[in-house]
Structure formats: C-alpha cells, structure tokens
C-alpha cells in the first residue's frame, strides 16, 4: 500500500483515548495543529471530547488549589 492511502486509512479511524487526551492538552495550551483538529471534528465524537475536557479542567483546578495551598503554608 502506499504511504498516501495509510496515511488516508489512520486518519479515518476513530481517534484512540490517548489521541483524545492529546488533543485536549493541546488545545488547553493553544498548540493544536489545523490537521490534528480536522481529525477531531471528522472522525471524533463530541461526548468524548467535552468528558476528557471537564476531566482536564478539574484536575487542573485541583492542582492550583493544592499548590496555591502548600505555598501559602510554607510562607506561613
């Protein structure tokens, strides 16, 4: 097969968990390719995008708090 229609055929295939999570960490930071983002919105489901982002957001939050917390007790 040539590298063109492998390459065709993987981007077809529903994006994996760890692609999913890519992508939203990507997004978050403001780096996501145009390519990448295609992908998502052909071949992704939106219910799976927006679980792994509140997932992201609440662990994000959940490590400011802790961090804001240990520097507020090491200054006392």
Do not use: C, W
């Not at 390459?7 to 992508?23: L, N």
């Not at 390519?35 to 995008?49: A, V």
């Not at 982002?53 to 662990?59: D, E, K, N, R, S």
């Amino acid at each position: 097969m040539s590298e063109n229609k492998q390459d065709e055929q993987k981007e077809e295939r529903k994006p994996s968990t760890f692609t999913i999570v890519g992508s939203i960490l990507s997004g978050a930071f403001g780096v996501q390719s145009s390519r990448n983002r295609e992908r998502d919105f052909k071949h992704g489901r939106l219910r799976n995008y927006i679980i792994t982002a509140i997932i992201f957001v609440g662990l994000f939050i959940v490590g400011v708090v802790t961090v804001v917390q240990v520097v507020l007790k090491q200054a006392g």
